[in-house]
């Protein structure tokens, strides 16, 4: 027999040559891959049914629903109309809704075909979903019925594939040691003396972070009876008091251990990359295969919804906030949630934070807690003052200390006395204590150009140490940089004079033989600027410079104290100012707690300059309390609220009413509403009433929920409007576009829109070119925030080829349009949407084609920050439309065209060069340093060793390589694992459909 599988005595067995060949698609990453060994690993485990060895229970079940309410009076009975409310006891109606017969029978269908799409009856290989959704089919327009029809008779003739074991058929690396006898019973199977883990983890502890021996706090907090017992936990400390490492140990436990998923939630995307760097090396150099899970990354343009589901390896997700709540959703969605056993989350109080964050992190929290899976939610944070009350939310136990490794001294400089702050004084006299006199024989020019003598500060600790010097605004930064350039010795020209010019050229070629003005003047001496002005490329490389001492000092504002970890010997205050705010204790503590380097100082120094008019304030901000952190889920018009109920029913979590109020009661708006003086059922009905108005939401059974009346007040002739009528009971659920608004994470205020106008292209779409493409995933948030320059955009609009000016005319744009605009005329014929985005479109259009950031940046005389921004915002709203397209039938091209598009369209770069551009630390610049160098994919780099890219590479310390060559090896057994997982998925298809 030829085929996959061949006779052996009475067995089938398969054909190692064409098993082989399954693994063999990419055969650049299978270099120490047996495949005869994988597939005997595989039968041998199959033949025996191996549960786990460590005796635990393979699956655990998940958690039913939580009962509803059985007392219907804890509501307040309300009517909600946008504009009247109809006295209907226990209801909610909502008057002059158009009839919602139509939308709910299309709803109640696609829900009839998810749910036998769900049936474990039918083939893999012809699942109704796939024949209902596949993009590629030529009967997309046959009616539903037929559909349903076409497919079950399909399937009818298929043999149905019996369901996959779920036992484990992988062989442990890990080996139980003897354990102590301990005073708990563990919550988790303990695989050895090092808090249950095997003592290789603390010996991996010690070679990659120099850790002997943990805080006595760390200890105190890992041994506690709530993490033994998997109860939820709340711990603060001061920054750099190693809070992140007892939730590394966390995780490691979970993974190991429990065999559970972990998520990791850290606010940026720079901290994201740098914790999945870091845990890149510890997952692999030297012992990490031993420990036998894999690191996915979740940020900017990075991670797939649902997660790839895992047989054999357990993951850990480092994620944002934001793309955690897109991990959550995808999980709930696939029933697959309870793979999740603990999630920890950084900067804790960013819950409170306005704009939109908090109320995404509020929200997916929430769900994590309603959902009642065995999931433990651990949070920390340096700075929350209502941590009882953030407890009481999350439903968790709480640690608190005041603990620093190195010891912190804080000074006050008024004019030219420096400061001590007494903190434990007793009367404001106390506050302060006289330290020193402040005289650096400054020349009248040199006092005249620095009065508060900021230069001499600096001097004092740069070279032999670091200083970070924090400014309230961006343009201070580059004005403060520059300063001190000025008074700091020449002498400093000299130290690492060749580090310092590998840097310059590193810059250059990451600007494409751009470098700023002022960071030419200022690198010399060793003096850099650091803020969102500059490019991703740009911060990484002045981090990775001061990291390894090229750079002794970074001018920077403070979003770099909640950034990636740059501690500093001396930390220096510019103003008590954030732009024009004054500054809060948080913000205080976060910049100053950057002073001190645990394992270099013995203590650290911060020093806030002030004004001799600006003491008393600065006296009552030391004397104040942390900020607190409360909901913003009710702001924004309440935009948050209808997001979570959309997304709550979408998800099934809750659909009806009464399951809404129950849920809205799991959040930190339910927790803080008496002190906000807001009644959470009554917001709650007001965004159910909205999103039923529009049509997001619809009722489940139309017939029983409609009470229709006519409108006295119109006329006759027109169409009869109906009273929309919801009990607590009625069952609602998600219309069509609010399905495609919660997959593609599309405001609501914005989906219409965006249906509009991909309906609208579709009738002339222009594909000579990528420009109407890229037109049609220009942020809509972007194009309204920039503001085109007439002369500018003229100009940009005359270099079009006639190709690309197809697309301007599609879109109602052309030369006399453009000679109003350049006139100061009002423009006919097109909007001033329309214009706005399209003059974005041709920046997008620009850095598609291969023009720098700089370039760019110049041409339409935008910050090159901003461009960058707009080129990661775009790609990421690429995949949001991707998504948001895939659950219309109608919009079936978009799906084909819009695949790959994101990954593109995030780097922007020549196509070779794609596959370095997901290694850490490498951007376009250093990805065509390695190309040319020979490192021409993952296999070139992960073969390759760490004095090979130093010597290599402008600027790359051996840290930092490293790190790359770690992430290559990751990325290659990630793949690995991918293909063996594939193959063993058609081996499971191929040999159940043959014993059947």
């Given at each position: 027999?030829?085929g996959l599988f061949a006779m052996k005595g009475e067995a089938l067995v398969p054909n190692a040559v064409a098993s082989q060949s399954m693994l063999t698609q990419d055969e650049s990453i299978l270099g120490e891959i047996n495949v005869v060994d994988v597939e ?36 307040d009975h309300v009517s909600c109309e946008l504009g009247d409310i109809v006295q209907i006891p226990g209801m909610l109606a909502v008057a002059n809704v158009e009839n919602f017969s139509i939308n709910s029978s299309e709803a109640s269908k696609d829900e009839m ?848 390589a490293q790190q790359i060559i770690a992430a290559a090896k990751l990325l290659l057994l990630e793949k690995v694992e991918n293909l063996r997982e594939e193959a063993e998925d058609l081996m499971d298809g191929l040999v159940n459909s043959h014993s059947v």
């Amino acid at each position: 027999m030829d085929g996959l599988f061949a006779m052996k005595g009475e067995a089938l067995v398969p054909n190692a040559v064409a098993s082989q060949s399954m693994l063999t698609q990419d055969e650049s990453i299978l270099g120490e891959i047996n495949v005869v060994d994988v597939e005997k690993e595989y039968w041998n485990g199959k033949a025996k049914k191996r549960k786990y060895e460590y005796g635990m229970n393979s699956s655990i079940k998940r958690c039913d629903s939580p009962e509803l309410f059985e007392d219907d009076d804890f509501i307040d009975h309300v009517s909600c109309e946008l504009g009247d409310i109809v006295q209907i006891p226990g209801m909610l109606a909502v008057a002059n809704v158009e009839n919602f017969s139509i939308n709910s029978s299309e709803a109640s269908k696609d829900e009839m075909v998810k749910e036998l799409s769900k049936s474990e009856d039918i083939s893999k290989e012809g699942t109704l979903q796939d024949d209902y959704c596949n993009k590629n089919s030529f009967d997309c327009g046959m009616p539903l019925k037929d559909k349903i029809k076409k497919a079950l008779l399909e399937n009818a003739h298929k043999t149905p594939i019996a369901n996959k074991s779920t036992e484990s058929n992988f062989q442990q690396t890990l080996v139980v040691e003897d354990i102590p006898n301990y005073a708990f019973q563990s919550n988790f199977f303990e695989l050895g003396p090092f808090y249950g883990l095997p003592s290789k983890v603390s010996t991996l502890i010690k070679k990659n972070k120099g850790i002997d021996k943990l805080y006595s706090w760390q200890e105190e907090c890992l041994s506690l009876p709530a993490l033994e017992e998997r109860k939820n936990l709340v711990y603060s400390l001061p920054t750099s008091g190693g809070k992140t490492l007892v939730a590394e140990i966390l995780m490691l436990r979970e993974i190991l251990c429990r065999k559970k998923n972990a998520l990791f939630v850290l606010p940026y995307v720079a901290i994201v990359q740098e914790k999945a760097t870091i845990f890149f090396i510890r997952s692999l150099a030297p012992f990490g295969i031993d420990l036998d899970f894999l690191v996915e990354e979740y940020a900017a343009g990075k991670g797939r919804f649902p997660p790839r589901k895992r047989r054999r390896k357990q993951v850990l997700f480092i994620a944002t906030i934001e793309k955690a709540h897109g991990i959550v959703n995808s999980l709930v969605e696939e029933g697959r949630l309870s793979e999740l056993g603990l999630v920890v989350v950084d900067e804790l109080h960013l819950i409170g934070e306005k704009g939109g964050r908090g109320a995404i992190l509020e929200a997916f929290l929430t769900k994590l807690i309603y959902s009642k899976e065995d999931i433990q939610i651990v949070g920390m944070s340096a700075t929350i003052g209502n941590l009882p009350e953030i407890a009481r939310y999350l439903k968790a136990e709480t640690f608190c200390k005041d603990f620093r490794p190195v010891e912190l001294k804080e000074y006050v400089k008024v004019e030219n006395d420096l400061w001590t702050v007494n903190r434990n004084s007793l009367c404001p006299e106390d506050d302060f204590k006289l330290s020193r006199k402040i005289n650096f024989q400054y020349s009248s020019q040199m006092l005249l150009s620095d009065p508060d003598q900021l230069g001499g500060l600096v001097a004092e600790v740069v070279p032999a140490n670091s200083c970070l010097v924090f400014c309230p605004t961006k343009k201070n930064c580059e004005n403060v940089a520059s300063l001190i350039c000025q008074i700091l010795p020449s002498m400093l020209l000299d130290h690492k004079k060749s580090e310092k010019k590998a840097l310059y050229k590193a810059l250059s070629n990451e600007g494409n033989g751009s470098v700023c003005s002022v960071l030419k003047r200022t690198l010399p001496f060793g003096v850099a600027y650091h803020h969102s002005g500059l490019t991703a490329d740009e911060r990484r490389l002045i981090e990775e410079a001061y990291t390894m001492g090229t750079l002794s000092c970074i001018c920077c504002t403070s979003t770099l104290a909640a950034g990636v970890n740059l501690p500093a010997k001396r930390v220096i205050l510019r103003s008590p100012y954030i732009s024009n705010q004054f500054i809060n204790l948080s913000r205080y503590k976060q910049m100053i707690g950057r002073a001190g380097r645990a394992g270099f100082d013995t203590y650290g120094e911060s020093i806030l300059i002030c004004q001799s008019n600006e003491v008393d304030r600065v006296r009552e901000l030391l004397k104040s309390c942390m900020d607190e952190a409360i909901t913003t889920l009710h702001e924004g018009g309440g935009q948050a609220i209808e997001n979570l109920v959309l997304s709550s029913v979408g998800l099934k979590l809750a659909d009806t009413r009464k399951s809404l109020h129950k849920l809205f009661g799991y959040t930190l708006l339910e927790v803080q509403a008496e002190r906000l003086e807001v009644e959470t059922s009554t917001l709650v009905d007001k965004a159910l009433s909205r999103l039923l108005k529009i049509k997001m939401l619809v009722p489940s059974k139309p017939t029983s929920a409609l009470s229709t009346k006519n409108n006295s007040e119109c006329d006759v002739s027109k169409s009869a409007k109906t009273t929309l009528v919801i009990d607590n009971e009625t069952m609602i659920m998600v219309s069509k576009l609010g399905r495609a608004a919660i997959k593609g994470s599309i405001e609501l205020n914005l989906a219409e829109q965006l249906y509009k106008d991909l309906r609208q292209a579709q009738s002339g779409l222009v594909l000579l070119n990528f420009l109407h493409l890229l037109h049609l995933v220009t942020p809509y948030d972007i194009a309204s925030s920039i503001k085109y320059l007439p002369n500018i955009y003229y100009k940009a609009y005359t270099k079009l080829s006639p190709l690309e000016l197809q697309t301007a005319h599609v879109l109602g744009i052309s030369e006399s349009c453009m000679m109003g605009i350049v006139s100061g005329k009002a423009v006919k014929g097109v909007t001033s949407h329309v214009l706005n985005r399209f003059y974005v479109t041709l920046m997008l259009n620009d850095l598609w084609n291969q023009m720098s950031v700089w370039e760019v940046s110049i041409k339409y005389d935008i910050p090159r920050g901003v461009i960058q921004s707009l080129m990661t915002k775009a790609a990421s709203f690429a995949s949001n439309v991707l998504h948001f397209c895939q659950e219309f039938e109608e919009l079936w091209a978009f799906q084909d065209l819009l695949g790959n598009f994101s990954q593109r369209l995030s780097h922007c770069c020549h196509v070779e060069l794609l596959p370095l551009m997901d290694l850490p630390a490498v951007k376009r610049g250093r990805a065509r340093q390695l190309y040319n160098a020979g490192f021409k994919n993952l296999h070139d780099i992960a073969n390759s060793t760490p004095q090979q890219l130093v010597s290599t590479i402008d600027h790359m310390s051996r840290r930092v390589a490293q790190q790359i060559i770690a992430a290559a090896k990751l990325l290659l057994l990630e793949k690995v694992e991918n293909l063996r997982e594939e193959a063993e998925d058609l081996m499971d298809g191929l040999v159940n459909s043959h014993s059947v």
